[in-house]
């Protein structure tokens, strides 16, 4: 099983500044097979990113998605007030797993 | 656009069976050739996936569930539906439906899912 470590556990930042989310694999993620999304308190996920760097319909392009083989990175550029809250991660190159998340909270 | 609507009892006891429903809106459920995954999340704990079924009728199982999980369509009703037997404290979770073209995802399309405690 691919495990997929998340850092920093939380992320305290202010409105308009950026925030840089990792994601590490244990083992390479085939064919980039990464994707990102952003949960809120009650409510399902919301896809942000797939394929790594691709992102999904609808979504501002302050969101970005880098990385291969086993590190990847989600940048936000300027965080607005709708942007605070938890973000994961998510392998499919190899069944599917998630990693533990990052806050990202109002400093 | 389509909408998926997780239903079933909140509460389930140890050892009973966990039955869910994921109703689905807005498109027919044999049309496009999707897969529908069921997704939990314990609560304060990492998502799991636990596996699809696919709009033909193929299904996929996480292997340490396999020995007590059914997936199946109703395709007059358009719903996909979960069972989950012998259940324990450990399978206490939200459950979300989810549809993908792809087999493992990534999911663009949830239910907004729904909460099952297992306790006595």
């Known amino acids: 099983e691919i495990v997929l470590t998340q850092s920093p556990g939380t992320l305290s930042l202010s409105p308009g500044q950026r925030a840089t989310l990792s994601c590490r694999a244990s083992q390479s993620v085939s064919n980039n097979y990464l994707a990102w999304y952003q949960q809120k308190r009650g409510q399902a996920p919301r896809l942000l990113i797939f394929g790594g760097s691709s992102r999904a319909t609808g979504i501002p392009d302050r969101f970005t998605g880098s990385g291969s083989g086993t590190d990847f990175t989600l940048t936000i550029s300027r965080l607005e007030p709708e942007d605070f809250a938890v973000y994961f991660c998510q392998q499919y190159g190899r069944s599917v797993t998630f990693g533990g998340g990052t806050k990202v909270e109002i400093k | 656009q389509v909408q998926l609507q997780e239903s079933g009892p909140g509460l389930v006891k140890p050892s009973q069976t966990l039955s869910l429903i994921c109703t689905v809106s807005?498109?027919?459920?044999?049309?496009?050739?999707?897969?529908y995954s069921w997704i939990r999340q314990p609560p304060g704990k990492v998502l799991e996936w636990i596996g699809y079924m696919h709009s033909s009728g193929t299904v996929y199982y996480i292997p340490s569930l396999k020995s007590r999980l059914t997936m199946s369509l109703d395709i007059s009703e358009n719903q996909v539906s979960l069972q989950l037997r012998s259940v324990t404290a450990a399978d206490t979770a939200v459950y979300y439906c989810s549809r993908s073209r792809w087999p493992m995802g990534p999911w663009v399309v949830w239910g907004r899912g729904k909460l099952v405690t297992v306790s006595s």
């Open positions: 807005g498109d027919s459920i044999n049309s496009g050739g999707y897969y």
